[in-house]
């Protein structure tokens, strides 16, 4: 029995202490298993075993009828993972899973392949969670076997010092814990979205807002860190809509332009690298291949590409491919919270910061 995830080699652990105890919280985005022994196999079950210090913390499993339905929804539902966009927005990769080898149920012929799409894992204990093995259980000739996979977990740091890339007050939204948002997606799964309230703390106050009422339209963006312009956008003039059908002509034409409007990727000293969307049309001050400094304004936030409301979506990734690169942690030097505490990471939903 084949096993593979994605991530493929550690998956990021944002531990958090609160109350004496350590919550993980942690996102498995793609298992696969494909049968690849020339027999029939029956599987059992799979099993997801969360280690602290060796200790076994706890254990997640499928079987029986839980295990039969998730395989038939599976292969029902995930065909659109195998190529295309969409695979590699939520993937990274394209063929990771090939839906013409999709089982339908339990039993797997010769080169059958099944899988679990974003399994998220949220464990409260005395210490963190540092390693995940996956054991699947299964049937072949008669005889029983089992085959397993170690994923060790990490808390990621920072290479590099950042500041925030909007001044003033700004709330935040959609980060890793609004779990259904930007963290399904492999190079967003720590993206986070920023707008400003007016004085009144409200995002929308009118009835028909055009975009240049709100609050953050035009507001200058910021390089979080000194760096390379090493992609860029800067003359997609439209919101596209949610309609798929409709978007997807234009992704066709456009590129990653149609769902993240104008954008800027800057590569920083360590192999990290940021990103900038849906900015407004030619706002940019920077193309490819231009060196920018720590708090240089390079654009401006805007309202196109894919965007309910102006804002600015930002992240932190390994590379600078957008579709395949792996969304990481991104801690601030310069942000407070509303009471004046220091903050680093943004690790709630909706809150607003200050950043000096």
């Known amino acids: 029995m084949q096993i593979n995830t994605i991530p493929i080699d550690f ?15 942690f996102l498995l985005h793609g298992l696969k ?5 020339g027999k029939n196999v029956i599987l059992k079950d799979i099993n997801f075993e969360l280690y602290a210090s060796d200790i076994l913390v706890k254990q997640v499993t499928y079987q029986g009828k839980s ?17 295309g966009f969409g695979a590699k927005l939520f993937l990274g990769e394209e063929g990771f899973w090939n839906p013409e080898c999709y089982t339908n149920s339990i039993e797997m012929e010769p080169n059958q392949e099944t899988g679990i799409f974003n399994e998220y894992f949220i464990i409260v204990y005395d210490k963190v969670i540092d390693l995940l093995v996956i054991k699947v259980n299964y049937l072949k000739c008669g005889k029983e076997y089992i085959q397993q996979l170690k994923v060790p977990l990490v808390q990621y740091k920072n290479k590099n010092q950042y500041i925030f890339p909007l001044k003033g007050n700004i709330s935040t939204c959609g980060n890793y814990n609004t779990l259904p948002e930007h963290r399904q997606h492999y190079s967003m799964e720590f993206a986070f979205d920023m707008a400003q309230y007016n004085a009144e703390q409200k995002l929308c106050y009118k009835e028909n807002m055009c975009e240049e009422d709100y609050i953050v339209y035009g507001k200058d963006i910021l390089a979080i860190a000194d760096g ?13 809509s949610w309609d798929w059908n409709e978007r997807k002509l234009l992704i066709d034409k456009y590129g990653l332009a149609a769902q993240c409007g104008n954008y800027i990727v800057l590569k920083h000293a360590n192999e990290e690298y940021s990103f900038y969307g849906h900015m407004v049309k030619d706002s940019l001050t920077v193309k490819n291949g231009d060196r920018v400094k720590q708090g240089q304004v390079i654009g401006k936030v805007g309202h196109t590409g894919l965007s309910n409301c102006p804002h600015l979506h930002f992240q932190l990734m390994d590379g600078p491919d957008f579709m395949a690169a792996r969304g990481l942690p991104c801690s601030f030097s310069n942000i407070r919270d509303v009471a004046g505490n220091k903050l680093s990471l943004i690790q709630e939903e909706n809150i607003i910061v200050h950043a000096e």
Not at 33 to 37: A, E, H, P, Q, V
């Open 11 to 25: 998956i990021i652990n944002m531990a958090l202490e609160t109350g004496g105890k350590i919550v993980s919280n």
């Open 228 to 240: 390379e312009v090493v992609d860029c956008y800067h003359s997609f003039n439209m919101t596209t």
């Open 67 to 83: 295990l039969a339905n998730s395989i038939k929804e599976f292969a029902e539902n995930s065909a659109w993972l195998g190529k």
């Open 33 to 37: 298993l494909k049968n690849d022994s």
